[in-house]
């Protein structure tokens, strides 16, 4: 939750230095929570988004390109029902994840009422909720769990379901989430703007507890089966890159596949890549005329974080 709370601020500013530019439709790779994507699509671009964990690419069919479809009162009653049927997945790890009992039988419920919907978005939109439930639980973690009682997740969920209900919308405009590989779908993408935030060198796989018991929730399966299920890719961006020049390579090999796209919008931090912005923006130049490079400090509560923008037009 706090790395998606960090993209509030960003998102302000990337939309403060792109908002001068002209494009109507822009492809974004590793899409992860989408909310970059959400806000181009909120400006009414035709967006296009990828990601391979299975978590975030529900939330681009949810928020993203779903347009009209949300969670009605009968959806509610059949979510929250009790389910005679339903496994025990999230039980079992109950321990090793530090949530109460009574909270993991609930998730439990809950993802066996998600598989008695019928419609895909309403399924990706319950599994949305999901993830904000598993975010609330572990903001409860610490010496706040010590004195919280064992409680009925419901009003949580109802809570979560009416703010993601009211992120639907249309914009008139083809939206459409993949679940592919950006290294392989990129030059296969024809649009006027690509944005990414740099992948992190660790790759898709490095995740802690909350993101890994995410990735449980939306697989459905136990740890030992949950690394079989994982996309992560080989090689390219997005896989585990140990050093600066097989990060290079990869980040090059990357964007040569995207010179069809005129106009790129690159995010990056320290903590994201192995290489400076000077160097970042020595790579640009190999494949774009035009190179503009931003420092921004940003602020959220007492947190302060230096992040990069880079513009690279033909």
């Not at 492809?27 to 909310?35: D, H, L, M």
């Not at 919280?148 to 083809?174: A, G, R, V, W």
């Not at 990414?196 to 459905?220: D, I, Q």
Request: net charge negative.
């Amino acid at each position: 939750m706090e790395k998606l709370l960090h993209k509030i601020p960003l998102t302000g500013w990337v939309w403060s230095e792109t908002r001068s530019l002209t494009f109507n439709s822009v492809f974004c790779p590793f899409a992860g929570n989408a909310t970059l994507a959400t806000m181009f699509k909120e400006d009414g671009k035709e967006v296009i988004l990828t990601d391979l964990r299975l978590s975030k690419y529900r939330i681009g069919k949810a928020l993203v390109e779903n347009s009209l479809t949300i969670l009605d009162p009968f959806d509610v009653d059949e979510l929250t029902a009790a389910n005679p049927q339903k496994q025990k997945i999230i039980t079992a790890l109950a321990d090793t994840y530090g949530i109460r009992p009574g909270e993991a039988e609930w998730l439990d419920n809950y993802h066996a009422n998600i598989e008695k919907l019928t419609d895909d978005y309403k399924k990706d939109l319950a599994h949305c909720i999901a993830m904000k439930i598993i975010h609330y639980i572990f903001s409860l973690k610490g010496e706040a769990a010590g004195v919280q009682p064992e409680e009925d997740l419901t009003p949580t969920f109802c809570y979560y379901l009416d703010s993601t209900n009211d992120k639907i919308f249309s914009n008139n405009k083809q939206c459409i989430a993949n679940n592919d590989d950006a290294n392989e779908l990129v030059s296969s993408v024809h649009t006027d703007a690509m944005y990414f935030y740099a992948p992190h060198p660790s790759g898709c796989m490095e995740m802690g507890k909350e993101t890994r018991l995410v990735e449980l929730f939306n697989h459905y399966c136990s740890e030992g089966e949950l690394g079989k299920q994982l996309k992560c890719p080989s090689k390219g961006l997005g896989a585990v890159l140990k050093d600066k020049k097989s990060y290079c390579a990869a980040l090059e090999e990357f964007l040569e596949r995207a010179t069809h796209i005129p106009l790129w919008i690159i995010c990056s931090n320290a903590a994201t890549r192995l290489i400076s912005d000077s160097e970042m923006t020595r790579i640009l130049e190999k494949f774009k005329k035009n190179v503009k490079s931003l420092t921004k400090e940003l602020f959220l509560g007492k947190d302060k974080w230096t992040e990069y923008l880079f513009i690279a037009t033909d």
